[in-house]
């Protein structure tokens, strides 16, 4: 929760010292590191379950090392596409430079160096270490933009700030792991079983389907409104969806809680406590947040981003509605993650694909694009609830 103020912290401070337009800029980068991440954010997840579920050090880091090496192929992959298209990202998502794009090739691979030891830290359990270098990455990240951009930079400093906010968190996750995780894959490659990087591979696969659909879910209004909209328009409600996420980042970490909590070895029963009161949490949050949204939707903005800002105020209850809903679907997700369920992957592809479809259905004003958001979100809720009471009922009956 620490970790999520600080994260928070940074758009509403952000949202006071740059403009609309440039706030819009910065918005719609960060939901393109949200999306160029996912892949690493998938080999995370792999790398959190893995660590949970093997006891043998060696065996876990002979795995762990094998998976990175796969990573850093798709990092030198991504890494070029990125340099390639960079015009063609500046153009289609209206950005008035194409620094917070270079920023991005730049973000993209520290993101991916830490991967592997944050998901070591959440795995492990070692919860503390895992808040703190979250709040290095959330409050570096504040404080580095704040002061690039006082000296002038605008966005480009707010882009700068995220670099070096992960240089930090780097370094600090490097020196908490050294002693405890080898990467190193030359000499623990000999124990592994055969098949076994296979298997892992294919867990990622499904990892990379679930959270692509959560990611979509929860940065995809920024991006479908820039592209759609001018440039003012997407800033303002840049500010509006910023406020939204509170519901999202505050739900969150009972998420990475849940995936090292929720074992393939403890019974339904005990998995399925975590599960409930994971979503307690969240409908406790969510109602709270909803609530103060709907009633106090212009002061709520004019204390946070500016005044400049309270002409949209009405899109603010709908725009956390949408965060809520895809916070509960991430927690729906995370626990049939941690239980390797397979089924995810169909429901990712049907998630996407409605999403897609309704999305392209209605774009001719900004509360079509959150109205279909919803429709797409509560259609994926149905479908999780109903394969998590036929697992309900099928344990019940073998009871």
Known sequence: MIVAFFSYLFYPILGRILSPADYGDLQALISLIAQFTIIF????????????????????????????KIAFWIIVATFI?????????????????????????????????????????????LFRQLSISGIISSLGRLVF?????????????ATLGIILSGLAVLIYLYYQTKDSLNLSI?????????????????????????TVLITFYHTSDVLIIKHYF???DAGLYSGISAIAKILFFAIGPTSAVLLSSIKIKQSFKENASVLK??????????????FMFSTFSAMIISLMVGKEYASFAHYLPKAGLVMFLAAVVNIFIFYFLALRRFFITA???????????????????????????VISLVFIIILLIVTYAKDYFHNNTCL
């Not at 995370?44 to 002979?62: G, L, P």
């Not at 270079?102 to 830290?121: D, E, H, K, Q, W």
């Not at 030359?186 to 679930?210: P, T």
């Not at 592809?349 to 694009?369: K, P, Y």
């Open 186 to 210: 030359k000499s623990n490659l000999h124990i592994l079983e055969k098949g076994s990087i296979k298997k892992e591979l294919k867990y990622g696969v499904l990892v990379f389907f679930a």
């Open 230 to 232: 001018n440039s003012v």
């Open 41 to 68: 954010g998938a080999f995370s997840v792999v790398a959190v379950n893995i660590t949970a579920n093997t006891e043998n050090s060696y065996e876990r880091d002979a795995v762990l090392g094998e998976l990175q």
């Open 145 to 157: 933009a704040v002061g690039c951009i006082l000296l002038g930079l605008g966005v480009i400093g």
């Open 347 to 373: 429901l990712s592809l049907v998630g996407m694909f409605s999403l897609g479809f309704i999305l392209f259905q209605g774009h001719t004003n900004i509360d079509a694009v959150l109205n279909n958001l």
């Open 277 to 290: 009161k994971s979503l307690i949490i969240s409908l406790i949050v969510g109602g709270i947040g909803i």
């Open 81 to 125: 596409i990125l340099l390639l298209s960079i015009s063609e990202l500046k153009s289609f998502f209206n950005f008035s430079s194409v620094y917070p794009l270079i920023g991005l090739v730049i973000i993209l691979p520290i993101s991916a160096m830490a991967t592997f030891r944050n998901a070591y830290l959440q795995g492990s359990g």
